[in-house]
């Protein structure tokens, strides 16, 4: 069925209707033209995929899209938001305009009547966390964490919060092991019974039974406390990221609570590493 538009120049419809068939491919609904109290003007298209909302602007050229006020749009509507201008293949864009453009997280990408090519990826304009700076930590550190911390930054927020808690996981079972081979680390269960484990039992430890060997440690050093109370507190997000990790529910509330996360693992991680 033809899509009419009444704001758009006739020669941007072939690109625009690029656009909507791309975010159907998606599984987005597709509106076109749909005005909104709160949007900073009427975009091109808007897909709806329950409560994630895809605004996507067609543009002659990069300047005449607001998207300082969708940024500001996405981080007010507090759901899952992408927004991303779509130019045609005769455009320019300048290095100064992408680098602000991925800054802001609003995707750019560039079209002709058979495909668009990807200059800058949309990210959740919802998901703007702020990240502790790993510039002043140990170069060990990181390396550890810097990844997952891109991916949060970019949006990616369960993804880079399930890097940066595996991350973590890896360097607990790796000191533990230590521990237990040096015998600094003894074991007492709660009921007051002495334990050992191997290095191989150890390595088949899930996250939360790392986390209880850690609280039978007979002597714990501060590294082990943190390990063990940092383990506890990412542990049901975690797992609810592993195997719920497209859950809508699920991805709000680890958004809400990837900022605690991340200082509960990095605090860890400075101890133990």
């Known amino acids: 069925m033809p899509r009419s538009y009444v704001t758009l120049s006739p020669d941007l419809i072939e690109y625009a209707d690029l656009a909507a068939e791309y975010l159907i491919s998606q599984g987005y609904k597709v509106f076109v033209e749909a005005g909104d109290l709160y949007y900073p003007n009427t975009p091109t298209l808007k897909g709806k995929k329950g409560v994630a909302e895809f605004i996507v602007e067609i543009a002659a050229a990069v300047g005449s899209v607001k998207y300082l ?3 500001n749009y996405g981080r007010a509507r507090g759901k899952e938001t992408y927004v991303a201008v779509v130019l045609p293949p005769a455009a320019t864009v300048s290095a100064d305009q992408l680098a602000k453009l991925r800054s ?7 079209a002709n009547a058979a495909n668009m090519t990807m200059l800058v990826q949309a990210v959740d304009l919802s998901a703007t966390i702020g990240l502790p700076d790993l510039a002043n930590e140990k170069a060990a550190l990181g390396k550890l964490l810097r990844p997952s911390f891109q991916k949060i930054a970019d949006g990616a927020v369960v993804d880079g919060f399930k890097d940066a808690a595996g991350a973590f996981e890896k360097l ?11 015998t600094r680390i003894k074991l007492v269960t709660k009921k007051g019974k002495a334990r050992s484990l191997s290095s191989h039992q150890i390595s088949r430890l899930t996250l939360g039974q790392l986390g209880v060997a850690y609280g039978e440690i007979v002597a714990p050093t501060q590294a082990d ?14 797992n609810d990221a592993t195997h719920d990790g497209d859950k809508q529910s699920v991805v709000r509330r680890i958004k809400k609570n990837t900022p605690r996360h991340v200082l509960a693992i990095l605090n860890a991680m400075r101890e133990l590493i």
């Not at 802001?104 to 560039?110: L, Q």
């Not at 406390?225 to 975690?238: M, V, Y």
Request: proline share 0%; charged share 30%; glycine share 8%.
């Open 69 to 71: 006020e969708w940024l």
């Open 104 to 110: 802001a997280g609003i995707g750019v990408c560039t």
């Open 172 to 182: 607990a079972r790796i000191q533990f092991q230590k521990g237990v081979k040096s």
């Open 225 to 238: 406390d943190l390990a063990r109370r940092a383990i506890e507190s990412i542990l049901k997000d975690r």
